[in-house]
Structure formats: C-alpha cells, structure tokens
C-alpha cells in the first residue's frame, strides 16, 4: 500500500531529501505528516496538553538534528514514534501521574458524538491513565498508531510476548469495566 | 467482543491535531537553536582539550622543576668550588706564614757558625 503511494506521489519521496538539504518547507512537510500522531502519543500517555506539545515539538527538534541519519519516509515514522514513546515513558515515571492535570479536562479530545461515546470515551482514558507507562504506551500504539504487535516489540525494545501479554491484560481490564459497568 | 472492542479502541483513540500553529512553533522553535547550539558547542569543545592541557601542564610543570633542580645544583657546585678554592686559599697563606717563620731560622743558622773549621 506503502508502495503504492510512493509511487503515485514523487514529492513526498523527495521531502526527505530536501529537508535533509535544509528546506525549511520540506521539513515543514515531515513535521505536519506526523504531528497528529506524536503530539496524541504525548497527550494520551502524560494527560497534559501543554507537556504534550511540548514533548512533541522537543521529539521535532531532535528529528531535524537527525535527519542525516534517517534514511526512508518509513524508517522517520518508526524513529518518531519511538523516540516520542520513550520520552513520555521517561517523562511520566520521572513526574508520576499526580501532578498531571485530567485528560478529561482538556479541550483537546475528538468531541464525542453521543452521550454512549462519550462516556466509553471516558472510560478509556481512565483505564489509560490506571496503566503502567509501558503497558500505557503498547496500548497506544496498538490502538491509536494501529501498529502490530512485532512492531510495538521492536519499537519499544521489548520481548514479543510482554507486548502481547499487555495488550491482553489491558484489554481484559476494560472488559471487565464494561462488564461491570463500573461507575462513571 | 473482542472485535468490537478494539473496534471501539481505535475509534476512541484516534490521533488528535495540535492545531494548525503546530508546524510554525516548530519551525519558530528551530530557529532559534543555532544561537543555543553554538553556544553549546564551544564548552563541548573545552571539554575536550582539558585532560590534554593538564596532561600539558604536568609535563611542563615536571620540567620546570628538573630545570631549576639543575640551575641549583650548578649554583651549590659553584659556591663549593669557590669554598674549596677559598680554604686552598687560606690554607697555602697559613703554609706560607708558617714557612715563613720557619725559613728564617734556618738562614740565620749557617751565619751564627760560619766555618767553625777555619
């Protein structure tokens, strides 16, 4: 599918490229490609807007630094996402959860269509913040940056079969507060 | 339920946008590191040469003192050759006093018996 865009559309190969050459609209171009999912990674893993952005913008910055060394479009989305996943990871066992504001309190969520949405909305997001970091981020990955279980394991360094057994387990949590139907 | 459930999983939590301004804080943000890097880069630099310029240091150091080791020992060599060449000094005076006192007798010998023969 990849292949097919590739193919269908020279300009985006050649963004790279010219980013790495020090075109400002290039790199412009990269940052707009991937901003939705890293700043969500920010925002869903440390439930704070303003530290989100900013993690986002810092993982950016570090991109630009390093664009010699990335070598495809594939290859930046992987190393974004990974370093972008391993900051919040770091930031959110360094502050805790306790000073982070209520994701629910934001304004930046998907508006909710229906009160049902809404309150199954709510429900994920508190399950998420009930996770470990690590657990917090494999479901997040899975889930918002649809990405396989092998690609989780090498994204975060960890064994295939911790991936699985959190998503397992998180998923079995949330089950069981549908279930349940634990207060709201 | 499983399908549906991480059907809703997705749904839920779909990427959210940092808003149009993103890209520009970005960019606004990039361009102002130059200033930051370069003036993070010269201590970087200093760092590095520092184990070098104390290494510098002790071999100069450890030079310089063997310098003014030898310029000492030249300068007690010097005052004890002059010592020396002092109490020689000293010594031959005393030696020439002494023959002095000595000689005179031995002149005045010959002449108080001059040829007790004839």
Sequence with gaps: MQEVAKSVNPERDDVLERARAGDMQAFGALVRMHQKSIYSLGLRMLNHREMAEDLAQDVFLELHRRLPTIESLDHLGFWLRRVATHRAIDRVRRLGDVVLTDLDSTTDLPVAANTEDYLWQRQVHRLLKQLQPDARAVLLLRYQEDLDPTDIAELLSMPLNTVKSHLKRSLAALRLKIVGGEAL | ?118
């Design chain 2, 1 to 118: 339920m499983t399908d549906s459930l991480e059907k809703s999983l997705h749904k839920t939590l779909e990427p959210v946008d940092p808003g149009e301004q993103f890209v520009s804080r970005v960019l606004a943000r990039l361009s102002d590191q130059p200033a930051v890097l370069e003036a993070r880069v010269p201590p970087r630099r200093v760092w590095r040469w520092i184990p070098f310029a104390l290494a510098a240091s002790l071999v100069a150091a450890v030079l310089v003192r063997h310098e003014l080791q030898l310029r000492e020992e030249v300068e007690r060599g010097r005052v004890a050759r002059e010592q020396l060449l002092e109490a020689l000094r000293v010594t031959s005076e005393k030696l020439d006093v002494a023959y002095r006192a000595v000689h005179p007798a031995r002149e005045t010998e010959p002449k108080a018996n001059p040829d007790p023969i004839i």
